[in-house]
């Protein structure tokens, strides 16, 4: 990774805030990680890819509202950090959560777009949304959204894992009985 000139503190050491049941958020702030590099396909100049999802320590009063772009250069390759970004968590998506962080390696999906907010063709995928749901990655897969995943830092694992303990019960699967249709004609007549 690029070095830049302001420090990001190791996400292993933030403890999300409230973590208690009852003060649990629905909601944490974010920073994406996007990279491009000179690319040897024939057909395209730089290939794009996502590198990590930086928790925040602390809530931004700003979140969502004024995004900050800062880009960083070393060469050829360059990075772009998006902040100002949140992830959330729903009650209705906290199966696909759970098989999320059950998956030999969990992950943040990154859901990008090549348009910017007023709908022009970029051609830079331009992150709008960072989810920890199989099911809503994939939704954005079907449409024209470009997915990334990326690993998932330690204080967004331990915070959703709270969330699904505290609202998810994970239902064991019963093989259904098979119907004897030809004992149900014979007493039927």
Not at 61 to 88: L, P
Request: with cysteine; aromatic share 8%.
């Amino acid at each position: 990774m690029l070095e830049a000139s302001t420090s990001i503190t190791n996400p292993e050491t933030i403890e999300p805030a409230n973590t208690s049941p009852d003060k649990l958020p629905s909601s944490f702030d974010v920073s994406v990680i996007m990279e491009s590099r000179p690319s040897s396909h024939p057909w395209a100049d730089e290939s794009w890819n996502a590198i990590g999802v930086v928790a925040m320590s602390e809530p931004d009063q700003n979140s969502g509202k004024n995004r900050e772009i800062k880009r960083i250069e070393q060469g050829d390759i360059k990075q772009f950090i998006y902040s100002g970004m949140k992830i959330r968590l729903h009650l209705d998506e906290c199966e696909s959560y759970y098989h999320n962080l059950m998956s030999p390696e969990p992950g943040c999906f990154i859901i990008a777009s090549e348009e910017d907010a007023d709908g022009n063709e970029t051609n830079v995928p331009i992150p709008f949304l960072v989810s920890l749901s199989f099911d809503e990655a994939h939704a954005y897969l079907e449409g024209d959204a470009t997915v990334y995943s990326v690993p998932i830092p330690p204080v967004l694992y331990r915070w959703a894992e709270a969330y699904i303990v505290e609202n998810y019960a994970a239902e064991k699967r019963t093989k259904r009985k098979r119907t004897d249709w030809k004992k149900e004609q014979q007493q039927g007549n």
